[in-house]
């Protein structure tokens, strides 16, 4: 018996849509990384991006455990001397509420080529509209 490969042009891309309202951050980042990156299909290969697309709504009103809003910095640099910027998750779900999702979703994704792919099939939403009607997303159950 012969070890079956998946090719690239043989999977079939379904389309997902999450409600991220009352769940929390990390473990719905999980479940979402999961779908993009193909570990529900039977043919899963770590080398080919065999994942799905996943539309996910309502993402500023995601939850967190602890003492995380205040806590839990995001830091980037400008590349500028003394350019460090930080924000907590209090002022990321005010102001971008759609970059907290991403980027949890992002760090639990390969880092290369591979994991990028994956990354642009996640479309994140803060409101609960999305122009995604047409590709008839399956809703996707997420344990709270």
Not at 8 to 14: A, G, K, Q, T
Not at 79 to 99: A, F, S, V
Request: hydrophobic fraction near 35%; proline fraction near 6%.
């Amino acid at each position: 018996m012969k070890t079956y490969r998946v090719r690239p042009e043989d999977v079939v891309r379904n389309w997902w849509i999450v409600d991220a309202e009352g769940k929390t951050l990390g473990r719905l980042a999980s479940q979402i990384a999961k779908i993009l990156r193909g570990k529900h299909k039977p043919y899963y290969q770590p080398d080919v991006d065999c994942g799905d697309f996943v539309v996910v709504l309502n993402a500023g009103k995601v939850k967190v455990t602890g003492k995380k809003l205040e806590q839990k910095v995001y830091a980037s640099h400008t590349n500028y001397p003394g350019g460090i910027k930080e924000r907590t998750l209090k002022w990321m779900l005010e102001n971008k509420p759609e970059e907290v999702i991403r980027l949890a979703v992002k760090r639990m994704l390969p880092k290369n080529r591979l994991g990028h792919r994956m990354l642009k099939r996640l479309k994140v939403y803060s409101g609960s509209e999305h122009p995604h009607q047409a590709q008839k997303p399956q809703t996707l159950e997420v344990k709270a």
